[in-house]
């Protein structure tokens, strides 16, 4: 397989195809998922020479070759401040008068100079790009150039490279106007005489890096928020267990014998592989922290658990006990995801708009704010090509499969309208309020949902399928696109999909789920895990600890605060 991964991506491409088409089959079905885990490459490529402690590699990307710093932590949006930063500096040094400009893209920056000092300009950032890793790229010959110094991790996985750099513009005189060479989100004529101010990050999008104190001259007009824009905070909720905890197996073990009805349904109300964590959060959180860094603070819910890597001294995260939120309602411990996210709404200072993510569930690449929410505030939401089942409900049916059909009972008999599409396994946009009236509204059912120890045909789904349709419904959400994947990890078909993910890097998010696997499929699956998810995002998050720290117990910490249903619907 070493011959695999040297391969060109167009013809490794190819190989893989065949492979999958006309080899697999040739397999036991038992073993496929094991064999493709094998044939396919998806860990570094192998050099010819070792790199030792060589202080940059040279890449083969998506985007053509490239020779990129290795750090062991960096992300997109400190790699496009320092490219700017870089850049201003330079200029600076070199007499070079500039005003920084919005531009289309998400990832990179903008700035212009006078067309006057184009030569003094390319000379100075010839200079600096020359020395070490640096790139001048022309984006319009003599109008527009590309500055950046690419940065990857030390196995030369992921390169942060031009997608994250600074253009250069140069404008133009013309009468009492300075004109751009092209145009920008918000003007591209600018009265010459308009006095320079001097403002944060955040008016130039939302993909700034976090803590980012620098401030930056600019004309007045590019000051104005565009009502394009999303400008109210956003938090994101992921709710997280422990499957392999001794004491929360004790726990889950005396509440199923209290509840004997569990025998009776889908072995998906209970099965062991919904609980098992093989690491998808720390790397769940590193998609979030590298490509929405607009997140204003993360909750994580748990029964008690701590992820051992998780710095849970930060600010800017939550860990919520399922006490805290369940106060006196439903019935704890759970193992109910269903129920779970019946009380997520009650989580103490969650923003009015927030994303809630499955650990099992990745962001791909950068994302704006503007791709779950509009900027009035509405949600989005993602529906399915897959269909509720328009069979009556039975004790059979996997939970998530009648709880649809709950759902659709529900907006049926409230509005009239019948639900069919599922929603796609993504980071679901949600507005507290929302829930809370739905909890209000639904109070039998939502009840009912949260007193369930484990998922229960009566269950409805609230955050991620009735809560949609319901905002809907109510003019507060609006159908939305998103480039996404849905993949089983037991699908044999999963390594050669993942193997193109990480080449093209391409998908707004994906969700690598496991349904139901017996202990072989979940080992392999693991090990699948362990190659992809570090491959794909090797760079840690700020959420994650560097070294040793002393922990307070989260019971006692958090038990603290105090929240009753008032509060949430206030």
């Given amino acids: ?32 998922l ?11 490529r192998p050099r010819l020479k070792p790199v030792g402690d060589a202080p940059a590699l040279r890449l083969r990307t998506a985007a053509g070759r490239v020779t990129a710093r290795r750090s062991p932590q960096a992300d997109p949006a400190s790699v496009r401040r320092e490219n700017l930063d870089r850049v201003l500096d330079t200029l600076t040094s070199a007499g070079v008068d500039w005003f920084r400009i919005p531009v289309a893209s998400l990832t990179r920056t903008g700035v212009a100079v006078d067309e006057a000092d184009r030569a003094k300009t390319l000379a100075a950032l010839s200079a600096v790009t020359s020395r070490g890793e640096g790139r001048l790229d022309s984006v319009i010959p003599g109008r527009v150039v590309r500055v950046s110094w690419p940065v990857t991790d030390p196995a030369g996985r992921l390169a942060l490279g031009p997608a994250y750099g600074c253009e250069v513009e140069f404008w133009r005189h013309e009468g009492g106007t300075l004109t751009g060479p092209r145009s920008n989100p918000v003007a591209d004529v600018v009265p010459a005489d308009e006095p320079e ?35 109210f905070p956003i938090d994101a909720v992921y709710t997280w267990v422990d499957g392999s905890d001794p004491a ?48 204003r603070h993360v909750h994580l819910v748990t029964d008690g658990q701590l992820p051992e890597w998780l710095d849970t001294t930060r600010g800017d995260l939550t860990v919520v006990d399922h006490r805290e939120i369940f106060g006196g309602t439903g019935k704890l411990p759970t193992f109910n995801s269903q129920a779970i996210e019946s009380r997520l709404h009650r989580i103490p200072g969650l923003a009015e708009h927030f994303l809630y993510l499955n650990d099992d569930v990745f962001l791909g ?53 019948v639900l069919t599409r599922k929603m796609k396994h993504t980071p679901h946009p949600s507005r507290r309020s929302v829930l809370a009236e739905i909890e209000e509204r639904f109070a039998g059912e939502v009840a009912a949902t949260a007193a369930h120890q484990f998922r229960h045909p009566d269950d409805i789904a609230l955050l991620s399928s009735l809560q949609q ?57 693991a090990a699948l895990l362990a190659e992809f998810l570090p491959a794909y995002l090797p760079f840690p998050s700020r959420w994650e600890l560097s070294g040793p720290i002393a922990r307070t117990p989260v019971v006692a910490r958090q038990l603290k605060r105090v929240i009753t249903l008032p509060e949430v619907v206030r």
């Fill in 469 to 525: 349709y319901y905002a809907y419904l109510t003019g507060r959400a609006a159908p939305g696109q998103i480039n996404y994947l849905y993949t089983d990890l037991a699908d044999p078909a999963t390594p050669f999909q993942l193997a193109r993910l990480l080449h093209r890097r391409h998908l707004d998010a994906f969700c690598l789920n496991d349904t139901d696997s017996g202990p072989e499929a979940m080992t392999e699956q």
């Fill in 197 to 231: 101010i001097v403002v944060a990050e955040p008016v130039f999008g939302p993909f700034g890096a976090p803590g980012t104190t620098r401030r930056y001259r600019t004309r007045e007009v590019f000051t104005m928020v565009s009502p394009d824009r999303v400008a």
């Fill in 365 to 417: 690449r950068p994302v704006a704010p503007e791709l779950f929410f509009t900027p009035g505030g509405l949600t989005r939401f993602f529906p399915s090509g897959a269909l509720v089942s328009s069979a009556p409900r039975s004790v059979a049916d996997a939970p998530a499969d009648s709880a649809g059909k709950n759902n659709r009972q529900l907006i049926q008999s409230t509005f009239g309208r």
């Fill in 248 to 295: 929360w197996h004790a726990r889950k073990a005396e509440a199923l014998r209290a509840n004997g009805w569990v025998a009776g349904t889908n072995g998906q109300a209970a099965n062991n592989s919904r609980f098992v964590s093989r690491d998808e959060l720390r790397y769940s959180l590193r998609s979030l922290h590298a490509y929405a860094p607009w997140i």
């Fill in 1 to 32: 397989m070493r011959i695999i991964r040297l391969l060109p991506w167009p013809v490794r491409r190819r190989v893989l195809h065949q492979l999958q088409r006309r080899v697999l089959p040739l397999v036991p079905r038992s073993d496929r």
């Fill in 34 to 44: 094991r064999v493709a885990r094998r044939i396919v490459p998806l860990g570094p």
